[in-house]
């Protein structure tokens, strides 16, 4: 399914197939930018309109902001991520666990958040980005790996033990939902392992 990039290097750039990803998910973000409180409350994912069948919220929600702030924060970490695991994978293996970090950060809200009413912003899917470069960096670069693994580690244990990190609520104009992050690293790893594992199957036939 062409995953990974083999012994390419961190830095190696495929034009502009390298930045699909990237490029997909602000346009997406700027196109569902609600600059309307009405139009924000037609893209969120929100349970009970989830319930009631409007299934488009599952994905679009995670393309929605709170406002202008909450997308340049959220773009600046799109930017970030792709500076530091970018191009550990191929653009389709980008869009596998894009796919995969977003199925799982559903299923962990509706599954294990039965109080979260509603949610909007990139912030789960770019741990989940973050923690598939990891594993793909773990490859050519276990110095950088482990380093990254232990800044994900910690700011995934800060969150979990005191909350959202100082700073994060006022940049954002919001509450953050820091379980969004939990699940997308979980969701984003197990999505790449997976997806290794059958790269590496040999083809029938």
């Known amino acids: 399914m062409g995953l990974g990039k083999g012994d390419s290097g961190r830095h190696q750039s495929d034009g502009i197939l ?10 997406l973000a700027a196109g569902l930018a609600p600059w309307s409180e009405s139009a924000r409350e037609w893209l969120r994912f929100d349970r009970l309109a989830i319930a009631d069948g409007e299934y488009w919220r599952l994905l679009t929600g995670h393309f929605t902001h709170l406002g202008t702030s909450h997308f340049l924060l959220n773009c600046a970490g799109l930017l970030l991520v792709w500076y530091l695991v970018g191009t550990q994978f191929t ?3 980008w869009l596998w666990i ?3 970090t977003i199925i799982g950060i559903d299923l ?3 599954l294990l958040e039965p109080q979260l009413v509603w949610y909007v ?5 770019l741990h989940g980005l973050l923690a598939a470069g990891i594993i793909g960096t773990a490859n050519n670069d276990r ?4 380093l990254l693994v232990v800044m994900l580690a910690g700011k995934l244990g800060y969150e ?20 969004a992050h939990l699940y997308g690293a979980i969701a984003g790893a197990l999505t790449t392992v997976l997806l290794t594992f059958l790269s590496k199957q040999p083809k029938s036939g």
Not at 18 to 27: A, D, G, K, S
Not at 121 to 125: C, D, K, T, V
Not at 164 to 176: A, E, I, K, T
């Open 143 to 146: 110095q950088m790996a482990l």
């Open 160 to 179: 979990q033990l005191a909350g959202p990190l100082p700073g994060s609520v006022s940049s954002s104009g919001g509450s953050v939902i820091v379980n």
């Open 108 to 110: 962990g809200f509706w």
């Open 18 to 27: 390298t930045w699909l990803l990237p490029i997909i998910v602000v346009v």
């Open 98 to 100: 894009s796919a995969g």
């Open 121 to 125: 912003g990139l912030s789960g899917l």
């Open 91 to 93: 653009a389709f293996g």
